[in-house]
């Protein structure tokens, strides 16, 4: 199957400080990529849909002022959480797909990020 | 929005034994994965089936589209079948919305 690159894997962080976490498609185009947030013994929540080239499309209750998504080419998109606080710990994971071609969606290793 | 539902959503069997997952949902749906999160939190891509049936091993899944369900079939399970099994959905747009998951653990 395709290949989806996270990273990092994890990464602790000072609160208000911003961390920036890197999704990667190696060997397809993503047209779209999704961001997923996932609390310990939880199902994963959609965070925010991206297009290459065009603003994030954020699920209710995300703070998008928080939480930055760039999809600036068909093999990249990163979130940057921006002025961290403990409550932002979590898992965060990433998924790629190609919808022109209708595809099944790829998933990133996910970043654990922890805010001391 | 979609409301996806699984269950069990805790399962525990025997190695060698076998198990039904299923996966309810409240819309159509255009497409339907089942995923595998180890205990790294890693998802392994299962089964791409918005319809049909698949085999792939000692796993195998069907999708009823009409009735709106999946079920994903472990047979002669082993321990490293241990983990969180996932369904997610598209439906309407192209994001994935996930189901609440089974937790499986099998022991040896």
């Known amino acids: 199957g395709a290949v989806v690159s996270q990273h990092p894997s994890w990464v602790i962080c000072k609160s208000g400080t911003s961390v920036k976490i890197e999704c990667r498609s190696l060997d397809f185009q993503a047209t779209t990529m999704f961001w997923y947030r996932q609390f310990p013994k939880q199902s994963l929540m959609l965070m925010a849909t991206s297009n290459e080239g065009s603003k994030a499309t954020y699920e209710q209750g995300v703070e998008k002022d928080k939480f930055l998504i760039n999809h600036a080419s068909l093999t990249l998109s990163t979130l940057t959480v921006t002025s961290a606080h403990p409550e932002d710990s979590s898992f965060y994971i990433c998924?790629?797909?190609?919808?022109?071609?209708?595809?099944?969606?790829?998933f990133g290793q996910g970043t654990r990020l922890t805010v001391v | 929005g979609i409301q996806v539902e699984q269950s069990p959503p805790d399962l525990i069997l025997q190695e060698g034994a076998n198990s039904t997952l299923r996966c309810n949902f409240s819309d159509s749906v255009n497409n339907l994965q089942w995923f595998h999160q180890n205990p790294w939190g890693q998802l392994i891509n299962l089964f791409y089936?918005?319809?049909g049936t698949k085999q792939n091993g000692r796993l195998s899944a069907t999708t009823v589209a009409t009735e709106r369900y999946s079920l994903l079939y472990i047979s002669s399970s082993q321990t490293t079948d241990s983990g969180v099994y996932f369904c997610?959905?598209?439906?309407?747009?192209?994001?994935?919305?996930f189901g609440t998951g089974t937790r499986l653990k099998v022991l040896a």
């Open positions: 089936i918005p319809s």
């Open positions: 997610a959905v598209v439906s309407g747009t192209y994001k994935y919305i």
């Open positions: 998924s790629a797909r190609d919808v022109r071609a209708d595809t099944e969606a790829f």
